[in-house]
């Protein structure tokens, strides 16, 4: 497997499937590589899709440091190594701005950026009256951010609960089972932080329609509430609902995609 040695000595796992324009996807610190799947398996028909583990996890160096430019240059450097043409960036989660960072800072590797669930919103945002969806919500991430400290598997649990209502028991204890092995706490505590710390917003403006945000029924994530927030923070970017989930339903969240790569 194809391994990138950074200027630290830290080596970035990467692999690549299918032909076509170059989509790059950014797992986020509650996630197993293996719930993207389906969408790799989509999307590998008629594009080439790039997978990396970001430094700490998986099959890359267990060592941070875990700084948001330093994560920002490792995703930028798996492009340069893996990427033929400008490709899409998926990201999830706190992945989200890795990769919005990413595309203002190098916009002639990035055609697009495609956010699967949640917005480029953070702690520094004015929401006003409207209130604010759990990834938004400090009393909810401080929350979380505890208990990943003093339990880490029951944090976990809890992060995965309130985005996968659909799991049962056994699917919830092996998900679990495969994201602890695959992100170790301190990683995942590092860009916790680093989410709460960072603020998106410029980058997302200067990124402008290359932007998608994807909303569904049922997202505590990104609830309706937030989309004027959104909009007032991201004028120009493509804020568009989708029937079901952006995991759940790959051929959605790809759909997208081709609609930015004309495939």
């Known amino acids: 497997m194809p391994r990138l040695k950074r200027p630290d000595g830290v080596e970035i796992h990467w692999e690549a499937r299918g032909e076509g324009p170059p989509v790059l996807v950014a797992c986020n610190s509650f996630a197993h590589p293996a719930i993207f799947e389906p969408l790799y398996d989509e999307l590998a028909g008629d594009h080439t899709v790039i997978q990396y583990d970001a430094r700490g996890t998986g099959q890359s ?20 190594e893996a990427a033929e043409e400008p490709a899409v960036l998926i990201g999830t989660g706190d992945a ?10 190098r916009p002639e ?16 945002v004015d929401y006003g009256s409207v209130g604010e969806g759990l990834a938004s919500s400090t009393a909810v991430v401080g929350a979380l951010q505890q208990l990943l400290e003093s339990d880490y598997r029951s944090g976990m649990r809890t992060a995965v609960e309130g985005a ?48 998608w945000i994807l909303h569904f029924p049922g997202n505590r ?8 927030t959104v909009r007032r923070e991201s004028p120009e970017a493509h804020i568009e609902q989708i029937e079901d989930g952006a995991l759940s339903r790959p051929d959605l969240t790809a759909g997208i995609v081709r609609r930015i790569t004309h495939c």
Request: glycine share 6%; net charge negative; aromatic share 4%.
């Open 221 to 228: 994530w990104f609830p309706p509430e937030l989309h004027s």
């Open 109 to 124: 590797l990035v055609r697009g950026v495609v956010c699967a669930g949640v917005a480029p919103l953070g702690a520094q």
């Open 61 to 80: 160096t267990h060592a941070g440091p875990y700084e948001m430019d330093v994560d920002v240059a490792d995703l930028v450097a798996v492009l340069e």
């Open 164 to 211: 996968n209502p659909q799991l049962d028991d056994e699917g919830l204890r092996e998900r679990l089972s495969a994201m602890t092995e695959y992100a170790p706490q301190e990683a995942t505590l590092g860009r916790l932080q680093l989410w709460i710390d960072d603020d998106a917003r410029e980058s997302a403006r200067a990124i402008g329609d290359r932007l």
């Open 96 to 105: 989200v701005h890795r990769v919005i960072h990413a595309a203002a800072s």
